[in-house]
């Protein structure tokens, strides 16, 4: 169908702060929610990169959460050495105090460590995601977020990137593996005590979230063609699995940051903020201010003139 005010009521709705009864689930009186491909009352909820966060797992116990976006990765290989960054709070990878950061191989030519950013192990993500899944909860990875200096150039860093992401984030493929015999890189394959070559997990993440909150210097190419790519490759390795590649932008329009991502990528979810730009946010159509107008209508518009019309 196509994009909906029904529909983006409930991506919007994704953002509202969420309160259940984990012990009710916990005895099996609430059913946990379960993402429903095209529905309207999926509700998201964003995890990680906070601090004092309760686990993981926690979230997915609760009735009212259909997908969890972990974020965020704020550097991408450009930034990080060759590999991407990530950050996930105080709770759940470890760097350099307990186990060290992936060795990058270096981007266009220069290898510094100290740009070194990807965590090798994150022992209580790992723990946490094929609880989560089985619950029925689409766990998301989340790149960009509001701090980093991530930024991609042109449509061959984006390609390359996604096939980056599928490789240490899709289903296990040892052939994949065999092409990076050095690190190995599966983060959240990588727990407490298993080794770098252990296969006692290996978790299949359910999609990819952006938050892309820093204005493209290449016209958003790398981040079309990046989404391009993994939906070639969700399709090719995995059909019968539902990914998801959702994003959250500014409710401004233009929208500065991922304007022309979305008129040139398609999505099957998007969360607009209209919470935190007070010009275009959702008080604005009960508190009007000077100058203001609650955007939803033009939003409905935007998406539908781009690749998403008809998907979301």
């Known amino acids: ?67 969890i976006p972990i974020g965020f990765m704020n550097a991408f290989p450009a930034q990080g050495n060759g590999l991407p960054g990530f950050v996930a709070g105080d709770y759940g990878c470890w760097g350099p105090e307990g186990y060290p ?94 080794t770098s070559t252990s296969t006692d997990y290996q978790i299949d993440i359910d999609g990819f979230d952006f938050d892309i909150e820093l204005a493209p210097t290449d016209s958003a190419a790398g981040y079309i063609a990046l989404v391009n790519r993994l939906r070639e490759l969700m399709a090719r390795d995995n059909p019968s699995k539902t990914y998801i590649i959702s994003g959250a932008p500014q409710c401004s329009l233009p ?15 998007l969360w607009i903020q209209f919470y935190n730009t007070p010009s275009c946010s959702a008080r604005e159509y009960f508190t009007p201010v000077p100058g203001g107008h609650f955007n939803f209508d033009q939003w409905v518009t935007f998406v539908n003139s781009g690749k998403s019309a008809g998907n979301l």
């Open 1 to 67: 169908m196509m994009f909906s005010s029904r529909s983006l009521v409930a991506a919007t709705a994704a953002l509202s702060l969420i309160s259940s009864s984990v012990a009710a689930v916990l005895e099996g009186s609430i059913t946990p929610a379960t993402y429903v491909p095209g529905g309207n009352t999926n509700l998201a909820m964003y995890w990680g990169a906070g601090v004092n966060e309760q686990e993981l797992s926690t979230f997915c116990y609760e009735s009212t959460v259909d997908i």
């Open 101 to 194: 950061y992936y060795q990058g191989p270096g981007y266009d030519g220069d290898n510094d460590p100290e740009n070194n950013l990807l965590p090798s192990r994150c022992p209580n993500i790992q723990q946490d995601i094929p609880l989560c899944q089985q619950l029925g909860k689409k766990i998301l990875l989340s790149l960009g977020g509001g701090s980093g200096n991530y930024q991609l150039t042109g449509a061959a860093d984006g390609v390359a990137f996604a096939e980056f992401l599928w490789g240490a984030y899709g289903p296990y493929n040892q052939s994949w593996i065999d092409l990076n015999p050095a690190t190995n890189i599966r983060p959240f394959d990588r727990g407490l005590y298993n």
């Open 255 to 269: 929208e500065p940051n991922m304007g022309d991502l979305i008129t040139g990528a398609k999505f099957d979810l």
